[in-house]
Every structure is written in C-alpha cells, then in structure tokens.
C-alpha cells in the first residue's frame, strides 16, 4: 500500500531552504518516493488551514518511506529544513480503491 508524507513548509531562510530543496530529491528517488505536491499556490476552502506551502511526497509502502525518512543520506538534511522552515509533517498510509 502507498504512504505518503504531507507536509506544511513555511520558509524562513530561503538562501538554506534552497540549499536543501536542491539535495532532497536524489535522496527521496534513491528510496522508491516521488514529489506529487511540490509548492505552488494554496488556497484556504475551508476551516483554518492556509499553509504558505504544501508538499506531498508518495514511497511504495510506509516501510520505504520511513527508511528513507531515518536514512543517513536524509539526516543532514532534516538538519537543514529546519534550520530554514518551519515544518510539520505526517505520514499517511493511502488506500487504493479496487
């Protein structure tokens, strides 16, 4: 089954974030994950969620999810995001409809 990470990001250092944004996605690739929300304009429908930022990433399983997540190749990573972003992310595991 699918999981996915959904994240809100708030940039607050955009010369680090950058920095991170270029190193991230080989790390995400090497583990079987791909971007399907990367950025872009939000807009707030309902309830009190407006984030400035929203990314969703998609792995096979949430095995590989989190061992990408816990990976050596993504901890200096991690480091960077939130030296530049506030974050707060979820893992959700996803359903496919037969």
Known sequence: MPAYVIGQVEVTDPETFAKYGAQVPATIEQYGGRYLVRGGATEAIEGDWAP????????????????????EEYKPLIALRQQSAKTQLSFVEGYIPS
Do not use: A, C, D, G
Request: aromatic residues 20%; positive net charge; proline residues 10%.
């Open 52 to 71: 400035p930022r929203v990314v969703v990433l998609e792995f096979p399983t949430m095995e590989q999810l989190k061992k990408w997540y816990y990976s």
